[in-house]
């Protein structure tokens, strides 16, 4: 088995972003800038905004992390985009989820302009995605992208089975998974919580892509042999003896299936990396437009 080491390939994509910022910066423009909003106090999403922030300015980018009380009204929150919206200083805009649930949710991403959206969940991304058109990629499914990239993995004619249906990672995983481009071009199956027999389908993945967000669901008798099996899941597990109270868990599991599969995703270490660089990515793409580079 050959781990995808998100760690490597992460900070491979970061390091060519860094280099071709450079030059930008020699030509004497301003720095790329993301900003991410968040509403309350969510552990796990402090984290990870915290997180973007870090990573962002570890590659020269401008970031901003705007924290807004749970109980900000909805309007507030629209006037806040709206403004970033309008700012020319900035290049990407991000509203973390889950949201409290007085806020609609999708109301807040389809105010995002789509030129800034670089979590790519306005309706105009997505329609571009499905359509196969240039727009931006949700983070996460353009991680695993660069994923496949990195270790040249074939793709082509293969059937890939991806579990979940999510906005942010099944739906549009499934979809580049099946569009014509490098890395796609798969026979494409998609499980979720209805699925009956799962392992039925699962079984004849040659890539299989999990995010159901159900620790250690997928075990060493549901993977195909030598299929490449992407864990997307990353759930917290209360630890008490550990110093931050948690460790994280996949989707797969991990011991399990690292016997059966041929190249696999370790967690933490594997797709939650990529994420980040991805987001990047994203960022970096708006920037050149934006300063019509
Ligand atoms: N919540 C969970 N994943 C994501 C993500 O990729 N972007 C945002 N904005 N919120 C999330």
């Known amino acids: 088995m050959i781990l995808l080491d998100g760690k490597i390939v992460s900070e491979q994509v970061k390091l060519n972003i860094q280099q071709k910022l450079a030059k930008y910066m020699e030509d004497g423009h301003r720095k790329p800038h993301l900003v991410a909003i968040l509403v309350g106090n969510d552990g796990a999403s402090l984290t990870y905004v915290n997180s973007k922030e870090k990573n962002s300015k570890a590659i020269g980018f401008d970031s901003t992390i705007y924290r807004l009380a749970e109980n900000i009204q909805e309007n507030e929150l629209i006037s806040l985009i ?56 949700p983070a996460t499914p353009l991680g695993v992208m660069m994923m496949l990239k990195a270790y040249d993995i074939p793709t082509a004619g293969k059937h890939c089975v991806v579990i979940g249906r999510s906005n942010i990672v099944g739906r549009p995983m499934s979809i580049l998974m099946s569009n014509n481009i490098e890395f796609g071009n798969c026979t494409v199956t998609i499980c979720h919580s209805k699925t009956q027999h799962i392992e039925h389908f699962t079984r004849q993945a040659d890539i299989l892509i999990v995010a159901l967000g159900k620790p250690g669901f997928v075990k060493a008798n549901m993977v195909k042999p030598d299929a490449v099996v992407i864990d997307v899941g990353i759930t917290r597990i209360e630890d008490l003896n550990r110093k931050s109270g948690f460790y994280l868990k996949g989707d797969v599991d991990f011991d399990e299936v690292k016997e059966v599969a041929s190249y696999l995703t370790p967690v933490p270490g594997g797709v939650g990396l990529m994420t980040i660089a991805a987001l990047l990515e994203n960022t970096f793409k708006a920037y050149k437009k934006n300063i019509n580079a």
């Open 82 to 137: 709206k403004e970033l919206n309008e700012n020319q200083a900035i290049d990407g805009i991000l509203v973390q989820s889950p949201l409290p649930k007085h806020i609609n949710e999708k109301l807040i991403t389809q105010t995002i302009s789509p030129d800034k959206d670089v979590d790519g969940f306005h309706d105009i991304n997505m329609g571009k995605l499905a359509k196969g058109d240039e727009g931006f990629v």
